[in-house]
């Protein structure tokens, strides 16, 4: 089993930057392919952001440049840093660890709001 806990979300200014946090534990949360994902207001959750146990990422065109999605494999823990947030951008987001490439386990997933 995997439980993943989300942190960092909250209200910011366009322009601003956040940087979620996603702590894993369990006894198959390590070594796992992590993501994250978002689900704006109104509309379906989508990728962000994912990462494999070997470091290597894959970014959502809109965020390309923007984003940067990183890990601890030590502490179990992915990181979304975000910078030159966007309205646009707001969402609940969520972490997302995948086990052998098929099994899925998600957090309950952190508000973001960019508004002024």
């Known amino acids: 089993q995997v439980h993943l806990v989300e942190s960092g979300g909250g209200l910011v200014q366009p322009g601003g930057s956040l940087r979620l946090s996603c702590a894993a534990s369990?006894?198959?949360?390590?070594?796992?392919?992590m993501g994250w994902y978002r689900q704006p207001p109104g509309k379906q959750r989508e990728l962000v952001a994912t990462i494999t146990s070997g470091g290597n990422t894959n970014y959502a065109d809109s965020v390309k440049g923007r984003f940067t999605i990183s890990r601890d494999n030590a502490k179990n823990t992915v990181f979304l840093q975000m910078n030159s947030l966007k309205p646009e951008d707001t969402a609940v987001y969520y972490c997302k660890s995948t086990r052998y490439g098929v099994i899925n386990y998600w957090g309950k997933g952190t508000l973001v709001t960019v508004s002024s």
């Open positions: 369990g006894s198959d949360s390590s070594g796992n392919a």
